[in-house]
């Protein structure tokens, strides 16, 4: 290995924080694989969580929103299909949020007796999220056949609207995490957030219904943006992609990367006091 | 290469601490809100500022470290001796990257691992298998590496019929011996150790220290803390004394013991453990040899409280003796063969006992406890001391040195012809 030569100083930025970050990407996979691994341990249904969760919660707003609110769906696309496609999204993003934010008070034990990049601990939490993401895309797969709706060649861009949203949600996770070290009243400020979220966001309710001229307003909210990705990869044409507003919601996302990266960088080194 | 390998200019490390001004047994309503409000006030200016908050009424600060100045060479092993809070486990923070300096700087040249405690990260759900490849990773080796070394680590902490056992099924020995196998099989170019020596039975340890030695051999560099000055002694070549966060002395190893045990007998001892913070929840209250200073031979009343703010098991439970040297002399276990100890917030665990026929030579003995409760399972150093002295005998031979007798004051006959 080749020898270099680290200074530690107060306040000094780390000369090599991105290639030390690559080197332990071992244990990058191993805590992402921990994670998973223990999840579901000692439960009784087990990884039945990951889909029964999504589509209780499917069956319920399908009931309130479509059949007693009587909102419209998005052009032919059965009510029960707009909202799990809304719900995919928004399950995945909170609860990468949720978990990459405890994630750095979870592991206190490791961040006061071992050095790593302490950026690993929240993105590896996400990928549990993402484990889940993928099992309950089998009963996206299920409610589509149930219906007998054939999604178009949009279907062939999920996965980029996938990363877009574990991109949306590690910038804000990585935020609150390391704020998360000095006041702990993100813990309890941060589940309530996320609950109002649910309704904030189109999960529920197509955007469409959103009149017009606050349309671009809205989508100040990244999630507005990504949900509506979902729909119209989902849906296929059935959902147009209202452009300006994904524009917007994309660069909000990578505001808050940015701002997650940078918050989180500069208080990395002090988590060890701070525990 | 340089030869320097580590480096310490003027190094500092400062901490702020909050604690409670003085106050009046009976505090009325107003003063109690008014207080509320100051400490809000504050509070409040803290987060603006993005400083992390503090609680309690008056902040202090402390230097747990201050103007250190040091150079370590390749392939030297460094003992770093000192008191309880004396700075030694800040000094392997900073040095382990875990936190980051006040003031000064640290120059390292070569790749650092640190033990800082064994089995940093073991996931009790898991299996010896997966913790050693979590473990492993979590102290830096990459997955090839592990998986070079798996059978070496797994012969030697003596684990190969429970590979696939979730490590909760462990006997504490067990789960000891393989988070030191994997540390052991770490190969840094420096290697800094915390006390990790104070784990399992003397045979292992003993392969421990031989491991350690092997590594030292290698050319590696090593930075090792303990308390067992047989141990330093045996392992380093040279030694760094630290005293209330200042470098008193170095040099070798055998002048810095030397130095350490002078200074510990002019320092003032209590023989009352202070109240002391075990863990989150856990507290120590009190901890109580008497007589002290007892007779060789004597008996010794012990008595031990713990609070704490939950109800937790206390599955482990002994007093360590440590002579001066810092070498484990005895221990007195405190388990239960039917049930286990409790506490609770309502109750605290109070536990009282004798040592009979006190078997030890005179000196003082310095007395921790080993405690495993829930998540917290170690030992703790340099509670309390006990001082033995001996009593006046009708002898007519003058007794030897204590420190020529050895640890244990035998009671013998013997005959002639």
């Known amino acids: ?275 | 290469m340089p030869d320097v390998v580590i480096r310490a200019e003027g190094l500092g490390k400062r901490y702020l601490i909050g604690h409670l001004a003085n106050r009046e047994r009976y505090s009325a309503l107003r003063d109690t809100i008014a207080r509320g409000a100051r400490a809000f006030a504050r509070k409040t200016g803290d987060l603006l500022h993005g400083r992390p908050i503090i609680q309690g009424d008056e902040i202090e600060e402390i230097w747990a470290l201050r103007d250190l100045d040091f150079e370590i060479r390749r392939g030297e092993l460094v003992g770093i001796i000192g008191r309880n809070g004396a700075g030694k486990s800040t000094l392997l923070k900073i040095l382990s990257r875990i936190t980051e300096p006040s003031v000064g700087r640290v120059q390292i040249s070569g790749r650092v691992a640190s033990l800082l405690e064994v089995g940093t990260g073991f996931h009790l759900e898991l299996s010896g298998r997966e913790n050693i490849f979590l473990n492993g990773a979590i102290l830096g080796m990459s997955r090839a590496e592990i998986r070079r070394k798996f059978d070496e680590i797994v012969a030697f902490a003596e684990v190969e019929k429970f590979l696939d056992t979730p490590v909760k099924r462990y006997s504490s020995g067990m789960y000891v011996r393989l988070a030191f196998a994997v540390a052991a099989h770490l190969e840094p170019e420096i290697l800094i150790i915390d006390e990790v020596l104070a784990v399992g039975d003397a045979e292992f340890q003993k392969k421990c220290l031989g491991r350690m030695s092997e590594v030292a051999r290698g050319g590696r560099t090593v930075l090792f803390v303990s308390h067992n000055m047989g141990a330093v002694q045996a392992l380093c070549s040279r030694g760094i004394l630290l005293s209330a966060g200042r470098l008193l002395a170095e040099g070798s190893v055998s002048s810095i013991v030397e130095s350490y045990l002078a200074g510990g007998s002019h320092s003032v001892r209590s023989h009352e453990a202070p109240k002391r913070e075990l863990s989150d929840s856990l507290n120590l209250e009190k901890l109580l040899l008497e007589l002290n200073p007892a007779a060789i031979g004597g008996e010794v009343t012990f008595a031990i409280e713990f609070t704490s703010t939950e109800s937790l098991r206390v599955t482990d439970l002994s007093i360590l003796i440590y002579s001066e040297l810092g070498v484990r002399v005895a221990i007195v276990d405190l388990r239960m063969a039917s049930s286990t100890h409790r506490v609770s917030p309502i109750e605290p665990l109070k536990i009282s006992g004798q040592i009979l026929d006190l078997p030890l030579v005179e000196g003082t003995y310095s007395i921790g406890l080993f405690i495993a409760c829930g998540e917290l399972r170690g030992d703790f150093h340099e509670l309390t001391t006990l001082e033995v002295i001996r009593p006046t005998s009708g002898s007519e031979l003058a007794p030897y040195a204590s420190r020529d007798r050895g640890f244990l004051d035998l009671r013998s006959k013997f005959h002639v012809g």
């Not at chain 1, 090599?16 to 992402?32: G, K």
């Open chain 1, 1 to 275: 290995m080749k020898e270099v030569t680290l200074v530690l100083e107060a306040g000094r930025a780390e000369q090599h924080y991105w290639r030390d970050l690559w080197r332990y990407r071992d244990l990058f996979l191993i805590l992402a694989w921990r994670d998973v691994a223990v999840r579901y341990k000692q439960t009784f249904i087990g990884v039945a969580w990951a889909v029964l969760r999504p589509f209780l919660t499917m069956i319920v707003f399908t009931v309130v929103f479509g059949r007693l609110a009587k909102l419209p769906t998005d052009g032919n696309a059965p009510y029960a299909l707009l909202v799990f496609a809304g719900m995919l999204p928004w399950t995945l993003f909170s609860s990468a949020l949720t978990g990459a934010a405890d994630s750095m008070l979870a592991s206190s034990q490791l961040v006061g007796k071992v050095y790593f990049p302490r950026m690993i601990i929240p993105v590896a939490t996400v990928v549990t999220a993402l484990i889940d993401f993928v099992i309950s895309l089998s009963i996206l797969a299920a409610v589509m056949a149930w219906y007998r709706f054939a999604p178009g060649w949009q279907i062939l861009l999920l996965p980029a609207f996938v990363i877009l949203a574990l991109v949306a949600s590690i910038g804000p996770g990585l935020w609150i995490s390391a704020l998360n070290m000095k006041y702990r009243d993100f813990r309890y400020l941060l589940p309530f957030l996320v609950q109002i979220g649910l309704y904030v966001c189109p999960v529920g309710f197509s955007s469409s219904v959103i009149p017009a001229e606050y349309r671009l307003l809205y989508s100040i909210n990244p999630m507005v943006g990504i949900i509506d990705g979902f729909r119209w990869s989902i849906l296929g044409g059935a959902s147009p992609l209202y452009l300006p507003g994904f524009a917007l919601s994309l660069a909000v996302v990578v505001f808050f990367l940015w701002l997650g990266v940078s918050r989180f960088r500069a208080t990395e080194k002090s988590f060890a006091d701070l525990i």
